[in-house]
């Protein structure tokens, strides 16, 4: 067999776009097996598709492609970040793609899959111990941050907790994407909450474009972004002890949700086995709404949650069995009995606005760059619904 040489081309002539222009335009799929023929589809937006491999590739490109028109990021630049899972990552390859020194404050609940990304893509790592007054790392990894940005001469601080341009991220592309794939027959969005962005983003969007859309925000029980008891948790990428700003309105919302680390577990255990997808425990945590609302509409119409990331980042924990029954959960990946866990899931409240737990102190008090003159207060009283 004679073999044609694959022809060469002009590196000039190259129309593949540079590896930041594939961020967004995230494929949806549609789950096969774990609803009945009388509940609404749930269609799951894969965003491990970006090219950092989750959905915090969107507001991590957007800020910073914002700083560099605005001249806050030079060439040779330093971005400097608290994060201990996928915003980190993200901006450690954006600083790759770009040039940038890249400094990622994390905390001891960073995994060792997530460490060595970050070390894959050149970023230097910090790792801050001393928990703050919440049982957690937040505050304590924010604060060192801002020092190092207020040290260090050409750095930046994306500062994804405080910075509005998270939420804006969202609004104009992930949730416009969502709402047009997902089509007419929507009834409802389920999204997490940790530092705002993707909750806030998507919320706005859909009471300025599609107000009849029910909209769940999930979090984790222990976590007091919705109030509540604190203390500790182990689904990654949920959760702060205060409201971010960057969820600046409640009653955008119409229910909030608190999940265990079990049930979230589960339902990623249970979506990988069932449906072929691999997810992180947020998505589990969504999926665990998603099933429960999509019980609640009819066959006609779609229930549609994030799905953040791939679950390659938690082989090593949430599906470890060893992993599980060392903390004392369940390696169990029954879809049975997870239904009969999503079957007994309640709202943590169906008034988002009475759930506040504002801090507008907050972010002077840690020194952040986008702390507001005034103290301002977010929203959070209950408006005119449509």
Known sequence: ?????????????????????????????????????????VVVKLERCNPGGSVKDRPAWHIVRKAEEDGL????????????????????????????????????????TNLAMLHAFGAEVIVVDEQDDTGSYHKTRIALANRLHRE??????????????????????????????????????????????????????????APEVHVAG???????????????????????????????DLSRLDSVYKVSDEDAFLACRVLARSEGVLVGGSTGAALCVALRLARRHGADRSVALLAADSGER????????????????????????????????????????????????LAGELGSPHAPADGHRPAATTRPRP
């Open 218 to 248: 999930v979090d984790a029980i222990g976590s007091t972004v919705f109030g509540g008891e604190s203390h500790a948790y182990l689904i990654p990428g949920v959760g702060l002890g205060w409201t971010p700003t960057n969820l600046d």
């Open 73 to 112: 990021l030079r060439p040779g630049g330093t971005v400097i970040e608290s994060s201990s899972g996928n915003f980190g990552i993200s901006l450690a390859m954006i600083g790759a793609a770009r040039g940038y020194r890249v400094i990622i404050i994390v905390d001891p609940k960073a995994t060792a």
């Open 152 to 209: 260090i001469p050409g750095s930046f601080r994306p500062d994804q907790c405080f910075n509005p341009l998270n939420a804006q991220a969202h609004h104009r592309d992930t949730a416009a994407e969502l709402v047009d794939q997902a089509g007419p027959g929507l009834a409802a969005v389920v999204a997490t909450v940790s530092t705002g962005g993707q909750l806030g983003g998507i919320s706005r969007y859909l009471r300025e474009h």
């Open 314 to 361: 938690y082989l090593h924990t949430i599906y470890d069995d060893d992993w599980l029954r060392g903390h004392g959960l369940s390696p169990d990946t029954s879809p049975a009995e997870l239904l009969r866990r999503v079957d007994r899931l309640v709202p943590y409240s169906t008034h988002p606005a009475g759930t506040a737990n504002y801090r507008p102190e």
């Open 1 to 41: 067999m004679v073999r044609v040489p694959f022809p060469r081309t002009d590196p000039n002539d190259v129309t593949a776009p540079p590896v930041l222009d594939t961020i967004g335009g995230t494929p949806m799929i549609s789950l096969q097996h774990l609803t009945r023929p009388t509940d609404a589809a």
